[in-house]
């Protein structure tokens, strides 16, 4: 997604998927100042909405710059048959854990537990 996207996103105020967990967090005056910026500027959308969205907007960009490091295991090759080998970077890692507290959340969603 890129930033452009986001902006688009807001513009349709639509609504993801949600956790019954809530992260409470303490904003800089800065970005506090910010966020009811965009609330202005995107009045269908809630400042929680923003927020999401931009964390998410984030959490995609980090883990598209984690470097790929290369492991020792070989699992395909490219289409002019050199080797590609698996990542052993933090991407699997992060990826991993992941998938664990998904699956966490995923349970506590259908229990109808905040935390």
């Given amino acids: 997604m890129r930033i452009q996207d986001l902006v ?3 513009e349709n105020a639509s609504r993801g998927e949600r ?4 992260f409470s967090i303490h904003l800089p005056l800065k970005e506090a100042s910010q966020i009811l910026a965009l609330k202005e500027m995107y009045p269908d959308c809630t400042e929680e909405q923003l927020l999401t969205d931009l964390l998410c907007f ?3 960009q980090l883990r598209e710059s984690f470097p790929y490091e290369r492991g020792d295991k070989q699992i395909a090759q490219d289409e002019y048959g050199d080797p590609i080998y698996e990542d052993a970077g933090q991407t699997p890692r992060f ?3 992941t998938q664990k507290y998904r699956q966490t ?4 969603h259908h229990r109808g537990e905040p935390n």
């Fill in 8 to 10: 688009q996103h807001w």
């Fill in 19 to 22: 956790t019954q967990r809530e």
């Fill in 58 to 60: 984030a959490l995609q």
């Fill in 95 to 97: 990826i991993q854990l």
């Fill in 105 to 108: 959340l995923e349970v506590e």
